[in-house]
C-alpha cells in the first residue's frame, strides 16, 4: 500500500498527462471543453487528491488527508470510527459518495445556520449540469487512481455488501 505521499505523486503525475492529452487534444479540435469545465475537473480532482482521500477511514490516526485539514481534521475522526481501512469507504462506486456524504451531513446544517452569508453565492447552485458532471468525474478520477495504487479490485464494494447482506438473506 503506497503512502500518502506516493498516492499524492501519482495522481499528480496522472494529471498532468491528462493536462497535456487534453491541451492536445484542444488545440487539434478533437475536445472542446469550456473553461468552466476544465476548472471544475481540476477542482473536483484536486478535492478528491488532496482533502477526500479513501485514506480518511484512518482519519483516526496521522495521515496527509486529515492533515490537509487543518484545524478542521478533527471533524473525520468519527468517519475514520465508522468505517474499517479498505472497507466499504475503499469501493470504488460507494467509497467517494461516503466521503460526500459525510461531509453534506456536517456542512448542511452549518450551510443553514449561515444562510445570509451563503446567500451571495447561491450561483453556484445553478452551474450547467456539464459542469457538474465534469466536477464529479474529477473526483471520481482522483479516488479511483488512489484505488488502484492500493491494488483494490473494481467489484471490492459489490463483494463486500452482497458479503453483508447474504448474512441476513439465510
Known amino acids: 500500500m503506497p503512502s500518502g505521499h506516493v498516492h499524492n505523486l501519482i495522481n499528480s503525475s496522472v494529471f498532468a498527462l491528462l493536462a497535456a492529452n487534453g491541451y492536445i487534444s484542444t488545440r487539434a479540435g478533437i ?11 481540476s477542482g473536483g480532482f484536486w478535492v478528491g487528491t488532496l ?3 479513501p485514506d480518511l477511514d484512518l482519519a483516526t490516526q496521522r495521515v496527509n488527508s486529515k492533515r490537509n485539514w ?13 468505517f474499517t481501512h479498505r ?13 460526500v456524504f459525510y ?11 449561515l444562510r445570509p452569508a451563503l446567500w ?7 452551474l450547467e449540469p456539464r ?17 488502484i495504487a492500493d491494488g483494490i479490485p473494481f467489484n471490492h464494494g459489490w463483494r463486500r ?3 453483508h447482506y447474504s448474512r441476513f438473506a439465510k
Do not use: E, N
Request: net charge positive; glycine share 10%; proline share 6%.
Open 87 to 99: 472497507g466499504l469507504s475503499h469501493s470504488y462506486f460507494f467509497g467517494p459518495l461516503t466521503r
Open 70 to 82: 487543518g484545524m478542521w481534521g478533527w471533524i473525520w475522526h468519527p468517519y475514520g470510527m465508522m
Open 51 to 53: 482533502l477526500l482521500s
Open 131 to 147: 459542469v457538474w458532471i465534469a466536477l464529479v468525474l474529477g473526483y471520481y478520477v482522483s479516488q479511483w487512481l488512489h484505488l
Open 120 to 126: 451571495r453565492i447561491r450561483s453556484v447552485w445553478h
Open 31 to 41: 475536445l472542446i471543453p469550456l473553461p468552466s469545465q476544465m476548472l471544475a475537473f
Open 103 to 113: 461531509l453534506g451531513a456536517i456542512l448542511i446544517p452549518l450551510g443553514y445556520l
Open 161 to 163: 455488501l452482497k458479503h
